[in-house]
């Protein structure tokens, strides 16, 4: 079974997909809770393993992939300046969404 929902990540809708154990294992593999696919603008999360640092870790893959820094060679150094900015102008959003995909993981109507 799989729960599914858009959210609006700067500006872009990103689809979060909340899947069972089995249907998460069986599409993405059993070594990960989550992932994030930047091409398909999809986030799919392991319900069984769902944690907000899971949540918050693929939601800074998104704000990077929305970041629009694909075509460019970025240093260690600004790659970590990236991020820096990203936690910074977004720290409130990545906590609204975490708490949003939370509660979304007990609507069986999602």
């Not at 799989?2 to 249907?23: E, M, V």
């Not at 939601?59 to 910074?88: K, Y």
Request: proline letters at 4%.
């Amino acid at each position: 079974m799989s729960n599914h929902f858009k959210l609006s990540i700067k500006g872009s809708d990103w689809t979060i997909r909340l899947l069972t154990g089995p249907a998460y294992n069986k599409k993405y593999g059993a070594d990960s809770g989550a992932i994030t696919l930047p091409g398909s603008k999809t986030i799919a999360f392991n319900k069984s393993m769902l944690h907000p640092g899971y949540i918050r870790h693929e939601l800074l893959h998104a704000l990077f992939e929305e970041s629009n820094t694909e075509s460019a060679t970025l240093t260690p150094i600004q790659v970590e300046e990236v991020c820096a900015s990203i936690i910074q102008n977004h720290w409130h959003n990545i906590n609204m969404w975490t708490e949003y995909i939370i509660d979304q993981s007990y609507n069986k109507e999602v």
